[in-house]
């Protein structure tokens, strides 16, 4: 009986993704045998979840991959067997973990369902969406007015597709409000504990970075006053404060006995979806409608954030920038570069097992 590395199979929604995961693998040596679907027509995800699993339980290989449209129907139907630990993933943490903790023997993706953070650098880090990011920052930050952000510039490392698929960042930006005032926002996504630690080197490094060293006068004093402000925004999905009961807090640099603000430059904002348990009747102010979006816009439809939603254009358009029938060729190629990350690591755990 010939053997292979992996099995892959898809339905009619992800065959032309597995067309690109099989020659990604072949380009790496890795023996594949594609069980289907071989064309776009509509089939029975059942059908060929069931080739994959037979396949594994019979060791034709030791893994499998499976592709439908959202994953969910793959993993319920390959889970079914005993022997079969077939994980849905998102983002090469869970696939760690899955392999780490799991012994998942089955990748599933979903076309359909982008990598988390991904799907918020395409809502917040786009130039198409800006007006959703300053209408953003504008409600967190609690601007109004005067103080209100009117302008706002990428910073380079986010405009470059490949750089932003593997930075830590969702979006950098240079601020400008009303009378001209530049800052420096940093909005970073995390599911990793200890994160305030990595918020701190973060906001330092966006700070210090201001200084190009091939710049001449770096080393003079008057190179230091024009430094601009950073302010640090963590959305996380974990607590991160535990002896803090709301879902989000202002940190800043205090005077330990006067409690006066004279360093100015450094704030950190961080909304703790965890602590975050509100039903959509419940939300009372902007600030709120923006921790449900965080938290559920992924699981929901349009019509069942209606309520949310109301009258809020901006909110309706970034949950409808969450579709990936809106994203570009160059965003779907970003996000193949994450699967194809994905891969490498389950090729990697056939040498190396838990």
Same mark, same amino acid.
């Given at each position: ?19 690109? #995961? ?5 380009? +790496?040596? &890795? ?8 064309? *776009? $027509?509509? =089939? %029975? ?103 209100? #952000? ?5 910073? +380079?490392? &986010? ?8 930075? *830590? $960042?969702? =979006? %950098? ?112 102010? &902007? ?68």
């Amino acid at each position: 009986m010939k053997t292979y590395d992996i099995l892959i199979a898809s339905d009619h929604s992800g065959y032309l993704l597995k067309g690109k #995961i099989i020659n990604y693998l072949l380009s +790496k040596n &890795i023996t594949v045998l594609d069980q289907g679907t071989n064309n *776009q $027509s509509v =089939v %029975d995800y059942p059908d060929y979840s069931k080739k994959v699993v037979e396949g594994i339980l019979e060791k034709v290989a030791p893994f499998g991959i499976l592709i439908c449209g959202t994953g969910i129907g793959m993993s319920i139907a390959a889970n079914r067997t005993t022997g079969i630990r077939a994980a849905l993933c998102a983002d090469l943490f869970m696939v760690e973990r899955a392999r780490a903790h799991n012994d998942a023997n089955i990748l599933v993706l979903g076309t359909k369902i982008p990598d988390e953070k991904l799907a918020y650098e395409m809502i917040f880090g786009t130039e198409k969406n800006k007006d959703i990011l300053i209408h953003f920052l504008n409600d967190i930050l609690g601007y109004k007015q005067e103080e209100e #952000i009117a302008e706002i510039t990428f910073l +380079k490392t &986010i405009q470059d597709p490949e750089i932003a698929a593997y930075k *830590q $960042s969702i =979006v %950098d930006v240079l601020c400008k409000d009303k009378h001209g005032t530049q800052f420096i926002v940093e909005m970073q996504i995390s599911k990793h504990k200890g994160f305030e630690k990595r918020a701190q080197f973060y906001a330092a490094k966006a700070y210090s970075q201001q200084i190009i060293k091939e710049d001449e006068d770096h080393k003079k004093m008057a190179v230091y006053a024009k430094l601009k402000g950073v302010i640090f925004l963590a959305i996380a999905d974990f607590i991160m404060f535990p002896e803090k009961k709301e879902w989000k807090s202002s940190h800043r640099l205090l005077d330990t006995k006067t409690y006066a603000n004279d360093l100015k430059d450094f704030s950190f904002i961080f909304m703790e979806l965890a602590k975050f348990n509100k039903t959509i009747k419940e939300l009372e102010n &902007i600030q709120a409608k923006w921790a449900y979006f965080f938290k559920h816009a992924h699981e929901s439809t349009l019509e069942q954030m209606e309520h949310l939603i109301g009258r809020d254009i901006i909110i309706k358009k970034a949950f409808q920038a969450i579709d990936q029938a809106s994203w570009s060729e160059e965003e779907l190629r970003t996000y193949e570069k994450l699967v194809k990350t994905e891969l490498d690591n389950l090729a990697k755990s056939q040498i190396s097992p838990n």
